[in-house]
């Protein structure tokens, strides 16, 4: 029976990852994520999950790698300066065609940073996924209960593509506490992924994960093979929300905690007169460009809201292709923006 | 008489060997070291379950050879590959087959942390004294004195540091449950190394915890010798700070 509780996004992630069918997990302690692992090392053991500190974050992804290359739904989490040192451990998974849910709860960086929240890992968690040509495919809760379904959800993605999943949220949302509805947990498939090593090996070919390909003809071939899953996910995972009413002066992009702060923003503009579309992507790869191309050609501009110096902005003017002009609002290092300081921004540019 | 019937096969392939040519240098003993872990596998009739982690180095592609389900890893972080294998797959027999470059140097974390935590998996740990696969460059192993491309006047204090010897640090974690140091150099030898190899996994079969088997193996493309003169070099020099050991054997004290 579903049930509603007062839960943190930390918890709300834990849990929402037991309930899609997580029953590994491979973590290292990093601030403001912590509750996460602490949760999994309670509630995984007893329902006969395994949970395994790892002596860093490299380990931790590499420990993923070996889980993932059995077919059993693992997971990782992490904070901004922890996704770093993860970043090898990513690419061998993608190269290895390997499905695995990792969540970042964004710090304020560069560097050590500080705890503070921040969205300033856009970039890594898009583009980053270390070397070679391979990407995350990122999804951006903006609640608490958005972050315990999104990470459930995660798992079945992760599979269906072969690839792993980053559920990007930040410090707020880690720590905040909503209601929040749980389902019933769900068991993973008993039934392993053909390409999974280990089990009974007999009268079957042998099963061989691997990332390595000398020829470049092959590795060309593997990549297209990924990219053509990127574009498959562009068709089947795309998610978005739009907010506010009539027609539109200005289109306001924003995701994850400053989606929220927006939300609020837009009912001040409104309220002095200025209407605003505000589109919030929650798929950010594979990225929502049509609905936002759509609505720039109906607006005089655009604001893109976030919590750094411009990096979500580089996707939205990438939609927009130029048919209006693009502005950017944020603040960085861990500093949030006021709904009061993005109306005005808005009614200034109206 | 019908000679066909009188003549029997005494030595083959190993089944967990595939039939494939391998890649290694002429007088290489990782073709030996691959072997015995093939025998292993075969005598012990785990092959079926066994999973081999192929890390960096010049084993890469040990994976080719070994005919099981394998894994390949980054370099060095074939340990917590395999502890999340054996985590997820309790039953399977998993092992991983490591350079000196790959274990002592960039992997040194993983290693001794998985047998701190008594991970039932086995090491087949390869140390030539050089990195390999890369051209001849110092390892963590390399001996005070020895020349490589990046030690070009031989390894000092001043630049290098100390060899690291591996057994000796792993020696001292509780989570051991089968440790030695063997090599290939003579019949005797490898005969040793196997039973030594073959323990290691009956340890994790038994999962009293964590195995490794280090085998002091030659470079003759790296070192500049023939095969035979790497040989005597291992017995004449390598030895001496590489002494052959059982470190730890929990299988014979029946704990």
């Known amino acids: ?282 798929s950010l790869f594979p990225f929502p460009s049509q609905i936002i191309a759509h609505w720039a050609q109906k607006v005089k501009k655009v604001l893109v809201v976030e919590l750094s110096l411009g990096q979500f902005i580089e996707d939205v003017r990438l939609a927009v292709e130029g048919v209006c002009p693009v502005e950017f609002f944020g603040r960085t290092g861990g500093m949030l923006v006021t709904p009061e300081e993005v109306a005005e921004r808005i009614v200034a540019m109206a | 008489m019908d000679t066909t019937e009188a003549l029997k096969a005494v030595y083959t392939r190993p089944r967990s060997l595939t039939d494939v040519p391998m890649r290694y240098c002429p007088g290489c003993t990782h073709g030996i070291a691959h072997r015995l872990v093939a025998e292993v596998l075969d005598e012990l009739d785990i092959k079926d379950r066994t999973i081999a982690i192929a890390t960096v180095g010049c084993s890469v592609y040990a994976y080719e050879y070994f005919d099981t389900d394998a894994v390949q890893a980054a370099h060095g972080r074939g340990p917590a590959v395999a502890t999340g294998i054996k985590r997820c797959q309790p039953d399977a027999i998993v092992f991983t087959y490591q350079g000196d470059g790959d274990l002592a140097a960039i992997g040194l974390a993983e290693v001794v942390h998985a047998a701190a935590r008594a991970e039932n998996f086995t090491v087949v740990f390869i140390n030539n004294a050089v990195f390999g696969m890369t051209q001849g460059q110092m390892a963590p192993t390399t001996l005070m004195g020895q020349k490589t491309t990046t030690t070009p006047l031989g390894r000092s204090l001043e630049q290098g540091g100390y060899p690291l010897n591996i057994c000796e640090l792993l020696a001292q974690i509780p989570g051991v449950a089968y440790l030695a140091r063997e090599t290939m150099t003579s019949p005797k030898r490898v005969r040793q190394a196997k039973r030594s190899l073959k323990k290691a996994f009956q340890a994790q079969m038994e999962g009293i915890g964590f195995s490794l088997v280090e085998l002091v193996s030659s470079c003759p493309t790296w070192w500049h010798m023939k095969p035979l003169e790497a040989l005597q070099w291992i017995e004449e020099v390598m030895l001496n700070q590489y002494p052959l050991k059982v470190f730890v054997d929990k299988l014979a004290a029946g704990e």
Request: aromatic share 8%; glycine share 10%; charged share 20%.
């Open chain 1, 1 to 282: 029976m579903p049930k509603r509780q007062l839960i943190t996004g930390n918890e709300a992630a834990a849990e929402g990852a037991i309930a899609g069918g997580c029953r590994y997990f491979f973590g290292y302690p990093i601030t403001p994520q912590n509750k996460i692992p602490e949760y999994m090392s309670e509630h995984l053991p007893p329902i006969g999950g395994v949970y395994v500190q790892a002596e860093s974050e490299v380990a931790a992804i590499n420990m993923l790698y070996g889980a993932a290359s059995t077919g059993a739904w693992a997971m990782t989490t992490s904070s901004s300066p922890g996704i770093s040192l993860m970043q090898e451990g990513l690419s061998y998974m993608i190269g290895a065609e390997l499905p695995c849910v990792l969540v970042d709860m964004v710090r304020g960086g560069p560097g050590l940073g500080n705890i503070a929240p921040a969205q300033s890992d856009y970039w890594l968690a898009t583009r980053g996924a270390g070397h070679g040509d391979g990407r995350c495919l990122t999804f951006a809760p903006a609640s608490v209960q958005e972050i315990y379904d999104l990470t459930g959800e995660a798992f079945p993605i992760a599979q269906k593509y072969r690839n792993p999943v980053m559920i990007l949220a930040d410090a707020v949302l880690a720590g905040m506490r909503e209601p929040c509805v749980l389902r019933e947990r769900r068991d993973p498939p008993e039934e392993k992924p053909p390409w999974a090593v280990g089990g009974d090996q007999t009268g079957r070919q042998r099963n061989i994960v691997n990332s390595l390909w000398t020829d470049p003809l092959v590795m060309e071939e593997v990549n297209l093979r990924i990219q053509r899953r990127y574009q498959q996910a562009a068709q089947n995972e795309l998610r978005w929300t739009e907010h506010g009413a009539g027609k539109p002066e200005i289109l306001v992009c924003a995701y994850g905690v400053s989606a929220r702060i927006c939300q609020t923003a837009i009912e001040h503009a409104a309220e002095a007169g200025v209407a605003c579309r505000l589109i919030r992507p929650i």
